[in-house]
């Protein structure tokens, strides 16, 4: 969600149908001062047993509420209709704020709901915020033996084994986008599963789906969310509805529209863990997008039904504060939703084998949080990468010291954020698409261009105070800074290229398109790339396709053949990275000492070396240069025996030719790379 955020938020439609249930009670628009300050003296509670424990002497149903007066849980036969089997009610703690009731009959693969109340009326019936299993439309939590949802061989399953985060190269999608269109060859399109056939040809036999990953030799997949979110109705899925999933509802269970069975509870959650599998099979790490910063809805939410006002955040005046533009922003500060989202994000990696995270919005959580997050991840799995939006839409009532933003990223351990210096400053700015950027043909963006090659670190030659959005360094290493010009958000750089080079031809904007990602991949921190843009993927010049149909969404795998070309410079460029550790530093120190800019003083012109055989690298030195402008630049190389790995719009790490150096000449929006060995 970038900072507009306002896509994401047409998701929080009206509040979907619950089940039948005794008079409800909807949340208030405010919050008075004196229910605020007693949110601060609730206990909390951080035990493992919250919402159901399974045991040999029964089921134990456990809910924190500590503001409810009663509290049940109903039992289903089923994960939707009027089939209500019996009601307990719950007892409280009120040491720990926690209901709690337990039955000795058998459950198993029965669903259930709490309801608590308030005063003299109920609130409507909620799976809890803590429900692992769901069925149909997330309205009802499971009761179901997860031992059953493993596939075979899951205890031994891993994930890519990361020593610094500068090593991992991340591509950005969505589960329905990657295999969709009719072309793909895909069976399972738009599921999970789709990860798990292999030897899927496009129409006109290229590799896709997850061989086409392999070939093009990413590292990681981020995956859009991925948990049960509210847009989509999963007992409509002919209906084809479309939504990137930025408004959840139960988050801590795979959503049910990219399973094949949405009303089965256990096969959401195999199914996600085959993709996992399959994914860390072909050596490939998987990140999930989580949206802990809001909720698709506030009246109605399970936040709301289990504990009113607790989990959001307020305006002094007691109404609530909304720093994600859609309508709520939860409270990470306040230790109950802390807890959640910390054994939220152990309970997918631990359940899930996930390696990593992406945290939209990420400056509305507080730092603390996030370090306690990132820490009980790594934990887990060391190898864990931690990376979030370091802003956010709004304003918040969270002072600004603590806010998890790029400016704070010093303060957090083992987390990156994205750069939106390099982002702007290589294409022009996301929020204007006439907007060129350095790579397009537009001057003043060389100095920005150079923040983002250093990983926004202190660099001797780099003039922060000419810098186009941070004025200072902010990151203290390059593992904590992600560098990107196109993501799911706003125009994709297909787009954005053919609306602000208006006049130009598909060749000069493809040529800007090689430069733009070389900067890229060649720059030090971590390189991402949105899905698709390898076959230049077009969204019809739609900013925000959160709601778009399949015809804006889908990538169009034919592309393939078309762009082969473009598509054999990314696999090629990702290649180059990948052997040669000079991109990939992992201290500030090493880029201050190993990366030398040379003073050419000229408009869309970049020249500089990595010297030194930086980071062990086999290439002694490494030139590049870079030709933004509308015009041929000639450089001048020093007298040596040059491999030439980059030039006009070709690569080949292995060398294109050899030069002695001297005048070189660069056609416009086209790398020059050169190195000695």
Request: net charge negative.
């Amino acid at each position: 969600m970038n900072r507009i955020a306002l896509k994401a938020c047409a998701a929080t439609l009206a509040l979907m149908p619950m089940a039948a249930a005794p008079v409800a009670m909807q949340a208030q628009n405010v919050v008075t001062r004196t229910q605020m300050e007693n949110f601060s003296n609730y206990p909390a509670y951080d035990g493992d047993d919250l919402e159901l424990a399974i045991d040999r002497n029964g089921y134990h149903f456990c809910l924190w509420s500590p503001m409810a007066d009663s509290a049940r849980v109903n039992i289903y036969k089923h994960g939707q209709g009027r089939n209500l089997i019996t009601t307990f009610l719950l007892e409280k703690d009120a040491h720990t704020g926690t209901w709690r009731a337990s039955s000795t009959d058998d459950l198993m693969n029965r669903f259930y709901t709490f309801q608590i109340k308030i005063g003299d009326r109920w609130l409507d019936e909620t799976p809890g915020v803590w429900a692992k299993a769901v069925g149909v439309n997330g309205k009802r939590a499971a009761i179901i033996d997860f031992a059953k949802t493993n596939p075979e061989g899951w205890g031994d399953d891993r994930g890519p084994q990361v020593e610094s985060t500068t090593d991992v190269i991340i591509y950005e999608m969505h589960h329905r986008d990657f295999s969709i269109h009719p072309n793909s060859g895909i069976a399972n399109k738009g599921k999970f599963v789709a990860m798990l056939e292999e030897g899927t040809l496009s129409l006109n036999g290229e590799p896709t789906g997850i061989d086409h990953l392999k070939e093009l030799g990413i590292t990681h997949v981020h995956i859009l969310p991925s948990f049960d979110y509210m847009s989509v109705d999963e007992t409509q899925l002919p209906s084809n509805k479309y939504n990137w999933g930025y408004d959840p509802i139960n988050y801590n269970v795979p959503d049910g529209s990219y399973a094949t069975n949405p009303a089965d509870p256990y096969c959401r959650i195999r199914e996600m863990k085959e993709m996992v599998k399959a994914l860390h099979e072909a050596g490939i790490g998987v990140v999930m997008d989580v949206v802990y910063n809001h909720t698709g809805i506030t009246a109605g939410s399970n936040f709301e039904l289990t504990a009113p006002g607790y989990y959001y955040r307020q305006r002094p005046d007691g109404t609530y504060s909304d720093a994600s533009a859609c309508g709520n922003e939860t409270a990470s500060d306040r230790q109950q939703m802390r807890n959640f989202i910390v054994n939220s994000v152990k309970y997918w990696v631990s359940e899930y084998h996930i390696d990593g995270f992406r945290f939209d919005l990420m400056a509305i959580h507080d730092i603390e949080t996030m370090n306690q997050a990132a820490a009980a991840i790594k934990s887990i799995n060391p190898s864990a990468f931690i990376y979030g939006e370091g802003w956010m839409a709004g304003s918040s009532p969270l002072p600004v010291e603590q806010q998890a933003l790029k400016v704070n990223v010093a303060k957090m351990t083992d987390i990156a954020v994205f750069s939106d210096d390099i982002r702007d400053a290589v294409k022009g700015h996301y929020a204007n698409e006439r907007d060129r950027g350095f790579a397009s043909g537009k001057p003043g963006n060389e100095e920005t261009v150079k923040i983002g090659i250093v990983a926004s670190t202190v660099h001797p030659q780099v003039d922060y105070s000419k810098g186009n959005n941070a004025k200072a360094p902010y990151a203290t290493s390059p593992q904590q800074i992600i560098n990107y010009v196109s993501c799911h958000d706003d125009l994709c750089l297909t787009d954005k290229l053919d609306i602000s080079m208006e006049g130009s031809t598909e060749a000069d904007r493809i040529n800007t398109a090689k430069l733009a990602q070389t900067i890229v991949f060649t720059s030090q921190g971590t390189p991402f790339m949105f899905a698709g843009e390898e076959v230049f993927r077009s969204k019809q010049r739609v900013h925000n396709s959160f709601s778009s149909p399949d015809s804006i969404n889908a990538i169009d795998w034919n592309q393939k053949v078309e762009y082969r070309d473009l598509f054999d410079y990314y696999r090629n460029l990702i290649s180059m990275r990948k052997a040669h550790p000079a991109f990939r530093l992992r201290t500030a120190e090493e880029i201050a000492s190993h990366i030398k800019f040379d003073d050419v003083n000229t408009d869309n012109l970049i020249s500089y070396s990595i010297t030194g055989n930086a980071g062990g690298d086999a290439w002694k030195e490494i030139k590049l240069v870079f030709n933004g402008a509308n015009e041929a630049q000639t450089v001048k190389i020093k007298k040596a025996d040059w491999t030439i790995v980059a030039q006009d719009g070709r690569i080949d790490m292995n060398g294109l030719d050899t030069t002695r150096g001297g005048e070189i000449t660069l056609p416009p929006h086209t790398a020059l790379i050169l190195a000695i060995d």
